[in-house]
């Protein structure tokens, strides 16, 4: 049993995306797939493009994608660890679409250790989410959208099962550069434990807003997110970010996340610094069939991260 909970102790660690605040199972759920979501803040919910890895981020957006748009993703976490994900998205007559979209967390070899630190071997851990996604076009300007979700967790030898449910809605004004949304993620709870004990999820009330202004290249983006927890300051749920659209084909993004410069600030003799840790960035190609997407951030202490989006449409 000792060697149970050394094993699943690590584990756990692993997949916490902030060590010091873990209460809640799966919570690579809470790491950004997007590419252009990461670059400007590692947050957002109302990037309302033709972009399909924003079935990730909210249902409702998957209405402006492409028919038969195929998406996968790569992102690098700590060392032996990889998130890579895919999604295709595919319009069912004028008002609606749907999209499946899987994303896997492989944390690679982990060496097990007795509690007195002697080496036992290794054993492997890795999260995985399968989900099914349909979204309808309610007005011209709002659409709604739901993500059925299947969460499987496995460490060495233990496993665990979840149901999750996302839930999001869109009101784009293209006239004047609004967008705005709202967005419940990962509504739901585990229906089979490790052992006897059941965890939470990674709940998640979000509500965001993108502006454009007009006869400029600029647009701005701003979200709240984790809405039913007050126990912290205003400014750790913030995450903003601006976009420089070089024409119809190119952006260039910065943002910056007031939560993860606090959770990762280090205090050392030189003082209190978050090493970087808040700050993103990244840039976009955008062409008719194709489009590939690079964002930057630091969603861990030890390193940062890349994330790769690359789309094509059928």
């Known amino acids: 049993m000792r060697k149970i909970i050394i094993a699943l102790t690590l584990a756990c660690t692993l997949t916490t995306v902030s060590a010091q605040e873990s209460e809640t199972a799966y919570n690579f759920l809470r790491l950004p797939v997007s590419a252009h979501v990461a670059a400007v803040g590692g947050e957002n919910i109302s990037l309302a493009e033709d972009d399909a890895t924003m079935i990730f981020h909210n249902p409702a957006l998957i209405s402006g994608v492409s028919d038969n748009s195929i998406n996968l993703n790569y992102m690098t976490y700590m060392e032996g660890a990889k998130n890579v994900s895919a999604s295709f998205v595919k319009l069912a007559g004028e008002r609606a679409s749907w999209g499946v979209s899987a994303q896997l967390m492989d944390y690679g070899r982990i060496n097990q250790t007795t509690e007195f630190n002697e080496n036992i071997g290794k054993f492997s851990a890795r999260d995985i989410a399968i989900g099914g996604t349909f979204a309808y076009e309610l007005t011209d300007r709002i659409c709604g959208g739901i993500t059925a979700k299947f969460i499987t967790s496995t460490i060495a030898n233990y496993n665990s099962l979840a149901i999750g449910v996302d839930l999001g809605i869109n009101y784009l004004d293209i006239n004047h550069g609004w967008s705005l949304s709202a967005v419940a993620r990962n509504l739901g709870g585990q229906i089979k ?122």
């Open 193 to 314: 434990a490790y052992e006897d004990e059941f965890e939470r999820i990674p709940f998640d009330l979000q509500v965001g807003v993108s502006k454009r202004l007009m006869n400029s290249p600029l647009r701005f983006h701003a979200t709240l997110s984790r809405l039913t927890d007050w126990d912290e300051t205003f400014g750790r749920h913030l995450a903003i970010g601006a976009d420089v659209l070089l024409g119809d084909n190119i952006y260039l993004a910065v943002g910056y996340n007031f939560r993860k410069a606090q959770q990762m600030s280090i205090t050392d003799n030189d003082g209190s610094s978050a090493h970087g840790a808040g700050l993103t960035l990244g840039a976009g190609l955008s062409l008719q069939r194709f489009k590939l997407h690079l964002g930057w951030g630091k969603y861990h202490v030890s390193t940062s991260s890349l994330l790769i989006n690359i789309s094509y449409t059928l």
